[in-house]
């Protein structure tokens, strides 16, 4: 089975403006998680998607939102862009609890850089 | 409040000697707990998970884990220590919340083999 797919995989952006990140999950994944990573923070939770439906949300400001589509995939936006918002993006899929299965499968990450 | 402690930022060991990299939980009801190793510029990958069952758990590249109730711990330990197991170690727990569950990840510890 192919992986989590991120696209892009880099991009750098100006202050003020919005962006648009992508991922494809593992296929027959349901749920797919979006994260945060930055040196001094770690991992940060943004939000969990799961059959069209944030499911789950982390205390990010209104500025990140996101959407799954029928067929899994999801997209994070975060408009007006901020130079704090400068991190690793990762998306996480994983399948339905019904296949026991309970870890999450990670993408590579868009880099997102704001200057 | 339900987390997740890896108290060390770095550990450096010398190759061929054993490893432990330290993590510590907070979580209500029954942990779940999990670890991912990151390689540089790639997304997090998992290594091994306790869910229920024996305490001792066995994972890939011949990393494991012993979960410890009564210290709520689940320390990641490898017999061995290989230059490639240098790497980005995170410790994650699926915590309940509002009806769903979420992951939440510790800090990461960076793990230094020495030839």
């Known amino acids: 089975k192919a992986g989590v797919t991120q696209t892009p995989r880099y991009l750098i952006k100006t202050r003020g403006q919005q962006v648009t990140l992508s991922c494809s999950p593992i296929?027959?994944?349901?749920?797919v998680s979006w994260y945060q990573q930055t040196p001094g923070q770690g991992l940060q939770f943004l939000f969990e998607?799961?059959?069209?439906?944030?499911?789950n949300k982390g205390n990010f400001p209104g500025r990140f939102s996101g959407r799954q589509f029928s067929n899994s995939r999801s997209e994070m936006n975060v408009s007006t862009l901020e130079l704090g918002d400068s991190a690793l993006y990762l998306c996480?899929?994983?399948?339905?609890?019904?296949?026991?299965?309970?870890?999450?499968?990670f993408g590579p990450g868009t880099r997102l850089t704001v200057t | 409040a339900q987390s997740v402690a890896q108290p060390e930022d770095q550990v450096n060991v010398a190759e061929g000697n054993p490893l432990t990299v330290k993590c510590t939980y907070s979580?209500?009801?029954?942990?779940?707990l999990f670890w991912y190793v990151q390689y540089p510029n790639r997304g997090l990958q998992f290594l091994l998970k306790?869910?229920?069952?024996?305490?001792l758990v066995k994972g890939s590249y011949g990393f494991e884990a012993e979960f410890n109730k009564s210290q709520t711990s689940f320390h990641l330990k490898k017999p061995s220590a290989l230059v490639s197991d240098s790497a980005l170690y995170f410790c994650?727990?699926?915590?309940?919340?509002?009806?769903?569950?979420?992951?939440?990840f510790g800090t990461g510890t960076r793990l230094k083999v020495l030839a």
């Open positions: 996480a899929s994983s399948p339905t609890l019904t296949q026991g299965s309970y870890e999450q499968y």
């Open positions: 296929s027959g994944h349901r749920s």
């Open positions: 998607y799961f059959s069209e439906t944030q499911r």
């Open positions: 979580v209500s009801g029954n942990p779940y």
């Open positions: 306790y869910i229920t069952g024996d305490n």
């Open positions: 994650a727990v699926r915590a309940p919340t509002s009806g769903t569950y979420k992951y939440i």
